[in-house]
């Protein structure tokens, strides 16, 4: 651990690199995970799919102690008009690195293929609704961005839990700089995301924010005040949120 530092009400853990990220915050989840099943018969948890969540949900399958088979699994936001089965699919990325690594009582995706876009919309929220979620794995995207709620976009009283959304500029390019696809002409413009209040009704909130091409966004998450036009400032607002930096998304920090 190189620093731990409270900005508002959101604990921030400094973590050497990548690897050591991954290991503390797999194992803070692991003990919230277990907390939780001592008092309830279900944990519902949202997961984010992105490359900064490799190293949790690499740790995380490993543990052999969790009760897989206690927890229903859901996902954040899914592109629209990718082709069925694209690895791009976020679906597709998580049914890799962890809904079919685990058994999971459930996983529940979210269709990126639906006829009405609105429709699928009503139908996870519904769900989300019938099993509020306990923990939210997540990150923060270059333009600050959770889930897909860009500056654009953010509601932080939306009033929907799921809602359709147009991807902006830097979020698509953020998607070729991960290496998700080769042009931003190849991101697809259009989304389905959980909203800020979606994301922010999780009781625990674990954020992983690794790599230098994070670095400016976890300054204006930790040092610009709590706004729409920085998404992620608004955790800071939670009761119960951790944000997991390394030494290179920590780098411009003052």
Request: with cysteine; charged share 20%.
């Amino acid at each position: 651990m190189l620093q731990t530092l409270i900005k508002d009400k959101l604990e921030v853990l400094v973590l050497e690199n990548r690897t050591a990220l991954g290991k503390a915050a797999a194992a803070r989840v692991s003990v919230k995970i277990k907390q939780l099943l001592k008092v309830k018969a279900i944990v519902n948890i949202i997961f984010a799919a992105a490359p900064s969540q490799n190293e949790l949900l690499s740790v995380l399958i490993e543990d052999e102690s969790i009760e897989w088979q206690r927890i229903n699994a859901f996902h954040m936001d899914e592109y629209l008009g990718l082709p069925t089965g694209a690895e791009q699919l976020f679906s597709s990325f998580l049914k890799k690195s962890i809904f079919d690594r685990v058994p999971f009582a459930s996983v529940n995706c979210i269709n990126g293929h639906a006829a009405n876009p609105e429709e699928e919309c009503s139908r996870y929220a519904e769900l989300l609704t019938k099993f509020p979620a306990d923990l939210v794995c997540m990150g923060i995207g270059e333009n600050t961005h959770i889930a897909f709620n860009d500056p654009p976009v953010a509601n932080f009283q939306d009033p929907k839990l799921v809602k359709v959304v147009e991807l902006d500029t830097a979020c698509r390019q953020q998607q070729v700089n991960d290496g998700c696809f080769p042009t931003i002409e190849d991101v697809p413009t259009h989304a389905l995301t959980l909203t800020v209040p979606a994301l922010m009704s999780g009781s625990d909130l674990f954020c992983m924010v690794p790599g230098k091409n994070k670095a400016q966004a976890v300054v204006f998450t930790l040092n610009e005040p709590v706004s729409e036009q920085y998404p992620s400032t608004i955790l800071k607002t939670h009761e119960s949120a951790v944000l997991f930096a390394d030494a290179d998304s920590f780098s411009l920090m003052r």
